[in-house]
Every structure is written in C-alpha cells, then in structure tokens.
DNA sequence: TAACTAGGTTGCGAGTTGCAACTGAAAACT
DNA sequence: AGTTTTCAGTTGCAACTCGCAACCTAGTTA
C-alpha cells in the first residue's frame, strides 16, 4: 500500500474540490458538453438543454467567471453575445468524455450513437480516456501507487527510476488510491 | 468540421446525462475519492469530508443503488456496515483523475502536493488523463472528428483505414466537438 | 445494567432550482 | 415611423435540497 501507512486525513487540499466548485453544479457540464458542441447563444443553450433561463443566466455567468468560456458581442447582431470556449475550457474535454464514456458504458439505454467522435487522421473512433504513465503506458487502478515526492523513483526492487522524456503531473495533495481494493478487485 | 453540416440538435440521448444522474450530485465525487482513498465506514467519510449526516446516508444510498458503492456489514462488528468500489466504481477513476487534474493545473492556490501519485512499475509520477485514438496516440481537441457510423475509417485523402488492434470505443449519440472552434484555439 | 459506538432518521431554517411573467434593447417587418 | 419579434436577462414565487442539530436503534464494551 505504498510507503504510506494510513490514509492521508486532510482530502481537502486538491485539484477536486476547486474542479467541482464550478463544475459541480447541475448543468456545468451539460453547457460544457453544449459548447463542445457548437452552441454559442443563449437561445441555443435554452432550446438545446431544455434549462430554465435564470439558471442557464446564472450558469453562464459562473463559467464566464471562472474563465471557462468567454463572453463576446457578436459584431453582426449587437444583441446577441457569443459564449466560446476557453482553453481552460477546453481542457476539460478529457474529464468530459471520461465522464460520458462512463455513462455510455454502463447507461441503462445502450444508445445506438448516430455520429461517432472519430480520430481525425484516420476517420477511426477514439479509444477510452486513460490514465498514462510517464512514458505513455496505459495504466489501471491496480497501478497505482503512492508515494513521498523525496521518494519519487525509489523502485520496490531498490533500483532508481528517472524521469526519461514524460511529462510528470502534480496531483493534489492527499492523493491516495486504495492500493489494496483496487488490487482485489482486478484481481477478481 | 466533419462530414456533418450541423451540430445535433438532441443531445439529450448521450451517456453524459446518465453519468451526472449520479456523479452530478454535490457530494457524490468527493465521496468516490475518499473511497478510493481507502475509506470504507459511514464515520469515517463523515469526520473527513465534513459532510452531514443525512446528505451523506442520501449519497451513500444513491452510490449503493447505482452500483457504484457495495454496502456489506463488517464480519467482526456487526454495526459496521463497508462500502467498497464496485468495478463500475472503479471505473470512474479516469473521469476523478482528469477532473482533479484540472482543478490542479488550473486551482488558484498552487498546492504543493505530499503524497504523490505515481506509476507503481517505476514509482515515477503519472502523466495526464489523455484521450488516446484507436492505436494509442495521444488527440487534443484538434484532433477529434465527427462522422457517420457508415462512414468509419473513410480517410479525408479518400484512402480507407481499417481498425487494427486497437479498441473502438463508442459513444453516446449527438457526440459532436466542434472542430472549428477548437482548431481556432489550438492555432492561437 | 449502564455507557458507548456505528449508522441512520427527523425537524427546521437557509439556500437552490425551476417555471412563468416581465424588462429593455437591438433588429426586422409593414 | 411604428409595430412586432428576437435576444439576453431579471424578478417573483413554489418546490426541492442542503446543512445543522437532535433523536433513534441495534450491537458492543465496561
């Protein structure tokens, strides 16, 4: 279970609860999913999701606020204002297809997909949003492991690892998977 | 922007709906990562997400339900009831993964991190949650492509692909990215 | 038997959500 | 020019949800 004994205690400091102060909320990701999509103007947000309109006002002006999209007059028709996608926006695309994804695989209605997200080069569909290793490997649950920062590199067999050409990523603090359910359960 | 004139217009039948019935709700996330932290019993989510009681037992009983949690009684107290990650739990460690990464890359405190999440092989810390095509390249939004399930593989240049080893993924329908935007972004 | 613990449930006030109606400004029609 | 329509919001009100504290019940410990 790591070089940890217990648990981390404080969960609080990490990337997930400023994730979900904004995305959290009922139809975030739904307007996301819509911007992703095309949609730009308040009556399309309304007509398209089906949300009450001080709601999609109010959601809008959140995800403005967090710089998620930006809000633009359109220069053709004063009145209406362009919502377009930031890149901090656009880089919840990942979080957005792993969510969905999730939900498509265990959805109760299999849903026949009429359009499919293809892989622009090769007109071929995407695969699953994986977690990667440093050097690209695909890793599971049951590959996880958790670790000090002064221990980074440290192997199990004593030998010391170095960071080739990945591109590590900072997780939040209090970043534990439970090592020992993850393992009996892939292990089933 | 594909080979599709326009975004759909119902996105209603897509897996995201079904994903945020249950992970949209307030708690629902922070309580998926707490068990993947190891937490198992009714008390200890409560003194660590300093969430109530009732919201909790709420929440806890829509994971059960939706079959992301288990709920078995403790063979040696018999008060003591374990929730425990179902595969479909699981499962959403990807979507948890890219949400906190994002909180992190873009969270205004920059929290330095104690235990690190790392790859168990080489205890090297891991990459980015990442969208990867059918044979493992790694796509950003510019890459992404929408088409018509007839229409698989169909290359731009006219020439045909065909799926090798790699496992097509499917996805809910009205899944449309908009390329034009995300192109503009990705160009700037 | 009394006290304690684990996991809930209930009641209440505060905050959120959703619907419908209204506003105000810019465009379109007549 | 004057009326109507469209766009993006705001306001009022009913229903629901959240969080806090208190209470409840079964099993465990002293």
Not at 98 to 122: I, S
Not at 152 to 174: E, F, M, W
């Amino acid at each position: 279970m790591g070089d940890l004994r217990e648990p981390l205690r404080d969960l609080i400091e990490c990337g997930l609860p400023q994730a979900l102060e904004v995305m959290g909320e009922r139809w975030s990701f739904m307007i996301l999913r819509a911007s992703f999509n095309g949609l730009k103007h308040f009556e399309e947000f309304l007509t398209e999701l089906g949300i009450a309109r001080n709601i999609l006002s109010n959601r809008l002006a959140k995800l403005v606020e967090h710089g998620i999209l930006k809000r633009e007059p359109c220069a053709d028709d004063r009145r209406k204002i362009e919502y377009r996608l930031t890149e901090k926006g656009l880089d919840l695309l990942p979080a957005m297809l792993a969510l969905r994804q999730w939900g498509q695989k265990y959805g109760t209605e299999q849903v026949v997909e009429d359009p499919v997200l293809v892989d622009e080069l090769d007109r071929l569909p995407i695969g699953p949003v994986s977690i990667l290793a440093h050097d690209g490997r695909i890793l599971g649950p049951q590959d996880l492991w958790l670790t000090r920062p002064e221990n980074l590199g440290n192997r199990a067999d004593g030998t010391i690892a170095t960071p080739g050409a990945g591109q590590g990523v900072s997780l939040g603090r209090g970043d534990v998977v439970d090592l020992a359910a993850a393992k009996a359960a892939a292990a089933r």
